[in-house]
């Protein structure tokens, strides 16, 4: 057992580290305020070689493991939780054209993405479909050469900016999962639009958007994996993209640890820093400790993704955990910073507003549980 | 076109320890990195590269132990064509003025070199001397603490900041030029040079394939003597005034006739 990195990924690391560090963190706040998709962010991520990383180099990818991703995932969500959130989103678009895309699909496709040319998209949940999968009613019909979808998405992470969108349609809606089929689109296509954006409880910048097909066409050629077979994709798609929403989690927690760190060796009370009273220790001690737990989940699972292992149980558990571990430490967080932690000059609280996000996201901690409990009961 | 980067690896802190007992920098437990304004000297050369029509090879050249290879990877990940490290025993404990022999012997070796950039001082010695004394041993001209720099044939012109002002001066390559950190903003290397970088060759000079004479290089060849160092007293926080604005203004101008009183009598 051997938990070092390689001098490669150590390399990569440290590059990250002090990219974000110098680049991402002082902009955070400013990120997050201004309501604007990062695209400066991902411009210089792009030239860093950060959105390919797990993908082969023949595609224009780095030729690592979604070890390293995760680990560089962690470091920019820390740096800039709205840049990581993109970052997550954008392997979901990703992961399904490097596991399923045709050679033809992968160098159209695969390629931009991975050298963050164009910025993906997935797009499974609807107003009926959220943590029930596989009732997809965006319907799909094979037409002259074109599949032609009818129906919306709902809550698409990227939905905007992306110009590549992977969506699930159905060619039978009436027979459920069975019928669902993945579909690349693209930007631009005849009928399809990107809806409204949502207004959420945290992550104004970061769009999830509807979108919307009418009489929508893409090429037949543009089917992913074959006719009937997109509930395997959304379920296989979804498995990666469970660690990429841990790490998220895990980036939001380390955030607020060390803000509630350095307050509490800053602020004084009754004559000397608060992080000399044992009840903060104590709080910060069990963040940390927590913090360290959902950080090795996702490493582990990701791990395994890239042994060839099975790794579906521990990504439900990486992202369960980690995701409430992030409300946990951020709302702990809050609490070291008293009423300062509870005002808006601090980054606390929209650091735990953000958190929450990570508990619903790609199916709900109740979605996990249960995804856990049929492992562990087979 | 030719041009040579000196760069040195330094301690990655600000905050520099120095050991008591021998007046050394003490680099234990303290992570390295390239010294900044040499990044900005690697930027700079890279520039001329990119913008340069023809063959241009930008080398990158350190002298140190073993370990200052990972600068010098770091160069080549910037976008250095080549590396080479001069290590060897016999360098050990040079000053500047045997560093920079050192440069410039390896300088001549790696030959028609047009161009050599350095950063205008190293962030933990902070002497600024190394890059002039490679000019000098070299005997072409130097251009120290350039803020802008241009290449025209075989002329460079470059604008030097100085403390209260700023100067235009030309010369004709080969030329030595430092740079201060305002020149440019270093670029990141991408990951997929990071990697690349790893993987690279990176050449080692020592004392005999330089053609170094024993008695200019290391310990030998320093006639610096470090005495003491110390570090400086902490600087103590300013006053403020406070009140209304004609009321600060008067306390004010009667600190300042007061202290002018003082320096008049004394």
Known sequence: MDFEFSEDQQAVLDAVREFCEEELKPKAEETDASGEFPWENLRKMA??????????????????????????????????????????????????????????????YLTPLATGEKIGAFGLTEPGAGSDAGNVRTSAVLQDGYYVLNGSKIFITNAGPAEIYIVIGNLRPDRGARGMTAFIFETGYEGFTIGKNEKKMAFPSLPNREL???????????????????????????????????????????????????????RVQFGQPISAFQAIQ?????????????????????????????????????????????MRTTTQAVQVLGGYGYTKEFPVERLMREAKLFEIVEGTSEIQRLVIANHILK | MKIVVCIKQVPATTNVRIDPETNALIREGVESQVNPFDENALEAALQVKDGYDGECQVIALTMGPPQAEAALRDAVAMGCDDAILLTDGAFRGADTLATSYTLAQAIRRIGDVDLVLCGKQAIDGDTAQVGPGVAEHLGVPQITFAIELSLEGRKITAKRMLEDSFEVVECRMPAVVTVVKQINDPRRASMKNVLKARKREITRWTAEDIDADPDRIGFQGSPTVVWKVFAPEGRKGGRKLEGEVGDVVHALADEILEIRKGLSTA
């Not at chain 1, 006719?227 to 927690?253: H, P, W």
């Not at chain 1, 959902?294 to 395994?304: D, E, P, S, T, V």
């Open chain 1, 47 to 108: 030239e860093l070689d950060l959105f390919g990383i797990p993908v082969s180099e023949e595609y224009g990818g780095l030729g690592m493991d979604f070890l390293t991703w995760a680990a560089v995932g962690m470091e920019i969500s820390q740096a800039c939780t709205t840049t990581g959130a993109v970052f997550g989103a954008h392997m979901l678009a990703q992961y399904p054209l490097m596991l399923f895309g045709t050679e033809e699909q992968k160098r159209k």
């Open chain 1, 212 to 266: 919307i097909f009418q009489d929508a066409k893409t090429p037949a050629e543009n089917v992913l994996a074959g006719e009937k077979r997109g509930f395997r994709v959304a379920m296989q798609t979804l498995d990666v993209g469970r660690i990429g929403m841990g790490i998220g989690a895990v980036g939001v927690a380390e955030a607020a640890l060390k803000h509630a760190l350095s307050y509490a060796k800053e």
């Open chain 1, 282 to 326: 104590v709080k910060l001690a069990d963040m940390a400790t927590e913090i360290e737990c959902a950080r090795l989940l996702c490493l582990q699972a990701a791990w395994l993704k890239d042994t060839g292992k099975p790794f579906e149980k521990q990504a439900a558990m990486a992202k369960l955990f980690a995701s409430e571990v992030a």
